[in-house]
């Protein structure tokens, strides 16, 4: 008589994708998402180009002593800006807009890991962030005789400068988003501080003409820092005089970057929630 081996089972939970290959699935969901809503994506991408063009156009100028023109001046300062919109201001309204609409419930609600609906964000910011960094410069370079990283050392910077700038706005996205009482008032409760902080981190005004208690507050904030970051990346060192110290200061940029992704990420554990106040 002949005996059969008795099959083996494989166990459900060998059979299931981790958080990370899951992270990327929601990822590109969101991706979808975002590039399905045709408005927000020219509003998104067209903004700080509009912007870029305008400023540039109207303040073209050399700039005195310092070796370039405002024109220059602008395109580090939009790229930060950039990078602060499609990180910040993208997840402050659409967390926001989810919570209230209960989208965040009902994803709490099934059995996919909370780090997944992170990194599927996480993914769309990335994502996002790097192609309006890359069309900035392109019109950076195209229109307004930017030079671009010429040395590994400089990509480098950009490279850390650019993560570490994102992490921190994207974190501080996160937090604020739990601050809007309706998906009605997200968009105003996170665009005014945006703007405000564009005014006086550098990205519209020059900072040697801003008074010193702005640019204390400014400073206590990553733009700021980006802004400064990027300057010394893509303008000559000539242009050193126009900050506060005639230094690029790395390693102080790096220092609040630094400290602003983990203060960004205890306030989004200490803030962040899955239901609306309405409902408790």
Partial sequence: MTTTAAPTRKTTAGNLPGAWQLGLHQGALELRQFFRQREQVVFTFAFPIVFLFLFAS?????????GITASQLYVPAMIAAGIMSTSFQSLGISIAIERDEKVLRRLRGTPMPPSVYFLGKIWLVL??????????????????????????NAWLTLGWVFLLGLTGCALLGIAISSVPKSAKSANSVVVLPFLVLQFISGVYIAIDTLPDWMLNIGALFPLKWMCQGLRGVFLPESAKVLEMTDSWEYGRIALVLGAWCIGGLLLCLGTFRWKSRRDG
């Fill in 58 to 66: 109207i303040f073209s100028d050399d700039v005195q002593g310092a």
């Fill in 127 to 152: 994502i996002t962030g790097l192609l309006e960094t890359i069309a900035l410069l392109v019109v950076g370079t195209v229109f307004y005789d930017v030079d671009l990283p010429s040395d590994a």
